[in-house]
C-alpha cells in the first residue's frame, strides 16, 4: 500500500481519542476577534445542553482559557502518566497556562509544539466526550498542522469580526483548513453589533455583515453572530463566563443558537460521511 511515493520518515496516522466522538478546532486568522471567548461560551452552551464537552487549549503563546474559566491550578498526573483535565462549569479543561502559570512567555520551536499538542491531546484523561474543543492559536500555523497530524478533526470553525481587516485573515484561516484537508463548519461573526446601553441605539463599530457575505463566497455556513457587549467581556473576566447565563440571558442566547448550529453542522457531515455517530 505504502510503496510508490518516496516520502521522509513516516508521519503515523492521525489516531482517534478512545472515547472521544467530535474533535472540533476553533480559529481565526488574527488575534484579538475573541476566539477563545467564543470558544468558552460555545463549550459551556453545549454543556447546558446536555453534550459531554472538553476544552484544550491549544493557544500555547497566550493561554487565555484559565482566566476564562477561572482556574488556575496544575493538573494532576495520575499513576501511567496520565494527566487528569481540571473541571470547570461543567467542562474538562486542559491548557499549557495550567502549567505555566503567570506571564511568563513560552518561547518553543515547532518539535516541541507538536510534541506538547500530542501529549495534551493522548495524555489526558479526556473520558467520554461528545465534543472536544480546541482553541488554536490566531493565524495560520505549526499547532494546526501538529493537530491533524495527531487526531482525525470533524471539522473546524472560524472566528472573525466583520472589519475588512479580520476578514481577509478568516479568509487565510478558511483557506488553511482547505489544505490540510479540515472541513470548515462554518464561521461566525463576533463583536457584531453594539448596542448603546444608554439610548439603545444600534452603533455599527465593525461594519457588521461582512462575515455573512464572506461565508456565502466560500459556500459555507453561517453559524451566527454575538454582539459586542460589554457584559461578555466581564464574564471572561471573571472567569464566569456569560453563557452561564442559561439560554434565556440576552447575553448567553447567540452562544446557544452557534451551539445549536454546530451540532446541526456536524449532524449533517456525519450523515453525509455516513459516520456512525450520534450527536
Given at each position: 500500500?505504502?510503496?510508490?511515493?518516496?516520502?521522509?520518515?513516516?508521519?503515523?496516522?492521525?489516531?482517534?481519542?478512545?472515547?472521544?466522538?467530535?474533535?472540533?478546532?476553533?480559529?481565526?486568522?488574527?488575534?484579538?476577534?475573541?476566539?477563545?471567548?467564543?470558544?468558552?461560551?460555545?463549550?459551556?452552551?453545549?454543556?447546558?445542553?446536555?453534550?459531554?464537552?472538553?476544552?484544550?487549549?491549544?493557544?500555547?503563546?497566550?493561554?487565555?482559557?484559565?482566566?476564562?474559566?477561572?482556574?488556575?491550578?496544575?493538573?494532576?498526573?495520575?499513576?501511567?502518566?496520565?494527566?487528569?483535565?481540571?473541571?470547570?462549569?461543567?467542562l474538562k479543561?486542559?491548557?499549557?497556562?495550567?502549567i505555566n502559570?503567570?506571564?511568563?512567555?513560552?518561547?518553543?520551536?515547532?518539535?516541541?509544539?507538536?510534541?506538547?499538542?500530542?501529549?495534551?491531546?493522548?495524555?489526558?484523561?479526556?473520558?467520554?466526550?461528545?465534543?472536544?474543543?480546541?482553541?488554536?492559536?490566531?493565524?495560520?500555523?505549526?499547532?494546526?498542522?501538529?493537530?491533524?497530524?495527531?487526531?482525525?478533526?470533524?471539522?473546524?470553525?472560524?472566528?472573525?469580526?466583520?472589519?475588512?481587516v479580520s476578514?481577509?485573515?478568516?479568509?487565510?484561516?478558511?483557506?488553511?483548513?482547505?489544505?490540510?484537508?479540515?472541513?470548515?463548519?462554518?464561521?461566525?461573526?463576533?463583536?457584531?453589533?453594539?448596542?448603546?446601553?444608554?439610548?439603545?441605539?444600534?452603533?455599527?463599530?465593525?461594519?457588521?455583515?461582512?462575515?455573512?457575505?464572506?461565508?456565502?463566497?466560500?459556500?459555507?455556513?453561517?453559524?451566527?453572530?454575538?454582539?459586542?457587549?460589554?457584559?461578555?467581556?466581564?464574564?471572561?473576566?471573571?472567569?464566569?463566563?456569560?453563557?452561564?447565563?442559561?439560554?434565556?440571558?440576552?447575553?448567553?442566547?447567540?452562544?446557544?443558537?452557534?451551539?445549536?448550529?454546530?451540532?446541526?453542522?456536524?449532524?449533517?457531515?456525519?450523515?453525509?460521511?455516513?459516520?456512525?455517530?450520534?450527536?
Amino acid at each position: 500500500m505504502s510503496h510508490g511515493h518516496a516520502q521522509g520518515p513516516q508521519v503515523p496516522a492521525p489516531q482517534n481519542i478512545p472515547g472521544v466522538t467530535n474533535i472540533l478546532a476553533v480559529g481565526s486568522g488574527k488575534g484579538g476577534v475573541g476566539k477563545t471567548t467564543t470558544a468558552v461560551n460555545l463549550c459551556i452552551a453545549l454543556a447546558q445542553l446536555g453534550y459531554k464537552v472538553g476544552l484544550l487549549d491549544a493557544d500555547i503563546y497566550g493561554p487565555n482559557v484559565p482566566l476564562m474559566v477561572g482556574r488556575m491550578q496544575p493538573p494532576r498526573v495520575s499513576e501511567g502518566n496520565r494527566i487528569e483535565p481540571i473541571e470547570a462549569h461543567g467542562l474538562k479543561v486542559i491548557s499549557v497556562g495550567f502549567i505555566n502559570p503567570g506571564d511568563k512567555p513560552l518561547v518553543w520551536r515547532g518539535p516541541m509544539l507538536h510534541s506538547v499538542i500530542r501529549q495534551f491531546l493522548q495524555q489526558v484523561d479526556w473520558g467520554t466526550l461528545d465534543f472536544l474543543i480546541v482553541d488554536l492559536p490566531p493565524g495560520t500555523g505549526d499547532v494546526v498542522i501538529s493537530l491533524v497530524q495527531t487526531v482525525p478533526l470533524t471539522g473546524a470553525i472560524v472566528v472573525s469580526t466583520p472589519s475588512d481587516v479580520s476578514l481577509q485573515d478568516a479568509r487565510k484561516a478558511i483557506e488553511m483548513f482547505k489544505q490540510v484537508h479540515v472541513d470548515v463548519l462554518g464561521i461566525v461573526e463576533n463583536m457584531s453589533n453594539f448596542v448603546c446601553p444608554h439610548c439603545h441605539h444600534e452603533i455599527d463599530i465593525f461594519s457588521k455583515g461582512g462575515v455573512e457575505k464572506t461565508a456565502r463566497q466560500f459556500d459555507l455556513p453561517f453559524l451566527g453572530a454575538i454582539d459586542l457587549d460589554p457584559a461578555i467581556r466581564r464574564g471572561g473576566d471573571s472567569g464566569l463566563p456569560a453563557a452561564l447565563g442559561g439560554e434565556a440571558s440576552p447575553n448567553a442566547k447567540a452562544f446557544y443558537e452557534l451551539a445549536k448550529k454546530l451540532t446541526a453542522a456536524v449532524a449533517a457531515r456525519a450523515a453525509d460521511d455516513n459516520f456512525i455517530q450520534i450527536v
